[in-house]
């Protein structure tokens, strides 16, 4: 089995790599790494996989994420742990009960770096916030917003989701980033 080295200290993270990539084993490095300040997360995952393949000296990959919503220009983009830790989860749904627009959406960027080359593989999943939080504490609920974020398809919040709800809604093609990864990483290697 081929194996990928992911350099984060987000469990949430290697638990999604290791759901979601086919025919590769993940060996994980739990290093906090340093984000720059931005707003484009790909720009941020660039930065994070070079201080990555430094520490571990070796081909691996690292990724960011951002969660966008609509009605507030983007808000909070790619600085998702500021806007919770700043207004919190409560007063972004305050916000929001004016709004007619509920769109949002999870935006993900996986880099992949051989201390040669940089290559970009992207994740989208579209939703709508919900109106209050709902659904239970589980260990796979990687972030607060698991518990506002709608798949409009099925009506439940990620939190409310069954594993193969989940599986199927965001670990799809274009939601999880590590599927066009593992695709290209399987021919590549």
């Given at each position: 089995m ?10 949430g993270k290697i638990e ?8 590769v ?7 906090d790494?340093i984000e720059?300040?931005?707003d484009?997360?790909?720009?941020i ?6 201080q990555a393949?430094e ?8 990724m960011?994420s951002?969660?966008f919503?609509e ?8 600085n998702?742990n ?27 960027c996986l880099?992949?770096?051989?201390g ?9 999943l579209?939703g709508?916030?919900a109106?209050?939080r709902?659904g ?12 506002v974020?709608?798949?409009p398809?099925?009506n ?8 193969d709800e989940?599986?199927?809604?965001c670990?799809n ?15 590549k290697?």
């Amino acid at each position: 089995m081929k194996e990928i080295v992911f350099v984060t200290s987000n469990k949430g993270k290697i638990e999604s790599a290791q759901r979601d990539l086919i025919d590769v084993k993940v060996i994980s490095y739990p290093f906090d790494l340093i984000e720059p300040r931005s707003d484009d997360i790909q720009e941020i995952a660039k930065y994070k996989v070079v201080q990555a393949y430094e520490k571990v000296g070796k081909p691996c990959i690292a990724m960011d994420s951002g969660f966008f919503i609509e009605a507030l220009n983007g808000f909070p983009r790619a600085n998702v742990n500021f806007g919770l830790e700043t207004i919190g989860i409560d007063d972004m749904l305050y916000l929001m009960k004016i709004k007619t627009n509920k769109n949002c959406e999870f935006r993900e960027c996986l880099a992949y770096y051989d201390g040669n080359e940089i290559n970009y593989f992207h994740g989208t999943l579209k939703g709508t916030l919900a109106e209050e939080r709902r659904g239970k504490p589980d260990k796979s609920n990687w972030s607060e917003l698991c518990y506002v974020f709608e798949v409009p398809e099925i009506n439940k919040t990620i939190a409310e989701m069954t594993q193969d709800e989940r599986k199927e809604y965001c670990g799809n093609e274009t939601a999880s980033c590590f599927n066009p990864f593992s695709e290209w990483f399987n021919k590549k290697m």
